[in-house]
C-alpha cells in the first residue's frame, strides 16, 4: 500500500494480527527515530490525523527516542513532538527517552560533550548558532540549555524508560534476554552496551520470547511484543524500494517490532498502529518519506 501526499509518499504493510492476549483497552500510535528529519515526522503525523479515530477508545501517540541529532533540524521535530496530540487528535502523548536524549541530558549535567557531538549531537548545536565551535564551553552548554523548546529537557529527565499497554511493550532500543526486565529497565541505570536504550545484537538475535514462566523463570515465546527503534530494520532509500519494509515486522521469530526506518541517514520515519479488531489485537506498519520523487510502478 502505498499512499502520496504533496511532497511525502506513505508506504504501508498489511495490518496483521499478533499474538497478544490482553485487551488493548486504546488505539495506540507509535513512532520511531527521527533524528531530525521533521518534515517526514510533520507528513507521519498529518497521517495519522487523517485516520478516524476509534469511537469509544483512547488515541494515544508514543515516541520511542532519538528525536534528535544528525538530521538537520532537532528543534522542529522536538517542537512537532511537543504538539502531536493536538496534531494528531490524540488523547495522550508519550515522549520515551532514546540513548540521545540521553547523552543530550548528561551534557546539560556537565558531562564531556565529545560522545554526544560524535553522535550527531553537532547538528544540533549548528542549528542553534553556526558559530558555537568559537565560544568556551561553558557558553555552548548555556545557549544549549536555552536553545532547546521549553520544558523538552525537564520532560526527558523525568520520562520513563518504557510503557506497557496490554502485551505491548515500548522501549527505545529493548530488552535483555539475559536480565531481569525491572532491573534492565530501571529508569536512572547507567548507560552501557546493554541498556535499554543502548542494547543491539542480544536483544535483536533472540529468538525465545519474552514472557517468563512463573515456576522457573525461563524466558519463552508468549504474547509480549517488544516494540522498539535504536537499531535501523532499513538501511536502503524508500524512495527508491520498499523491499526491505517486511523488516520491520520481526514478531514471528523475535516478538519484535523494530520502527527505526533509517532516519539517521535520510527523511524516512517508521510508524505503527495498534488497535483491536473482533477481539485481535493488530498492527499496521507504516514509513513516510518526504521528497521521494515521482512515484514508481
Known amino acids: 500500500m502505498v499512499s502520496d501526499n504533496p511532497g511525502s509518499r506513505t508506504l504501508a504493510l498489511a495490518p496483521s494480527d499478533l499474538p497478544c492476549t490482553a485487551a488493548l483497552a486504546a488505539e495506540v500510535f507509535a513512532i520511531g527515530d527521527v533524528h531530525g528529519q ?40 522536538i517542537k512537532l513532538a511537543l504538539d502531536a496530540q493536538a496534531l494528531t487528535g490524540a488523547d495522550r502523548c508519550i515522549i520515551l527517552p532514546g540513548n540521545h536524549e540521553l547523552m543530550l541530558l548528561e551534557v546539560l549535567d556537565g558531562a564531556e560533550p565529545q560522545p554526544w557531538f560524535r553522535n550527531g549531537g553537532k547538528a544540533v ?21 536555552a536553545g532547546l523548546p521549553e520544558g523538552f529537557a525537564d520532560m526527558m529527565r523525568k520520562a520513563p524508560s518504557h510503557v506497557q499497554l496490554g502485551d505491548l511493550l515500548f522501549v527505545h532500543a529493548g530488552l535483555d534476554p539475559d536480565r531481569d526486565d525491572a532491573a534492565h529497565l530501571d529508569r536512572d541505570r547507567a548507560m ?8 543491539r545484537n542480544e536483544a535483536l538475535t533472540w529468538t525465545g520470547g519474552w514472557d517468563r514462566d512463573p515456576d522457573t523463570g525461563a524466558r519463552f515465546r508468549g504474547p509480549t511484543v517488544v516494540v522498539h527503534g535504536h537499531t535501523p530494520a532499513i538501511r536502503s532509500d524508500l524512495a527508491e524500494t520498499a523491499a526491505e519494509m517486511p523488516l520491520m515486522d520481526a514478531v514471528d521469530e523475535h516478538r519484535a517490532i523494530c520502527l527505526d526506518a533509517g532516519a539517521s541517514i535520510r527523511p524516512q520515519v517508521g510508524w505503527a498502529r495498534f488497535f483491536s479488531e473482533a477481539g485481535t489485537v493488530k498492527v499496521q506498519i507504516f514509513a513516510t518519506v518526504t521528497n521521494p520523487g515521482p512515484s514508481r510502478p
Open 125 to 145: 548545536m549548528q542549528q542553534i548558532d553556526a558559530s558555537w565551535t568559537e565560544w568556551p564551553w561553558h557558553e555552548i552548554r548555556r545557549r544549549l540549555e
Open 192 to 199: 552501557d552496551d546493554r541498556h535499554w536504550a543502548t542494547i
Open 38 to 77: 521533521a518534515e517526514s515526522l510533520r507528513a507521519c503525523l498529518h497521517c495519522i490525523a487523517a485516520i478516524p479515530k476509534q469511537p469509544g477508545l483512547e488515541r494515544v501517540v508514543i515516541f520511542l527516542g532519538d528525536l534528535i541529532d544528525r538530521g538537520s533540524d532537532s528543534l522542529g521535530t
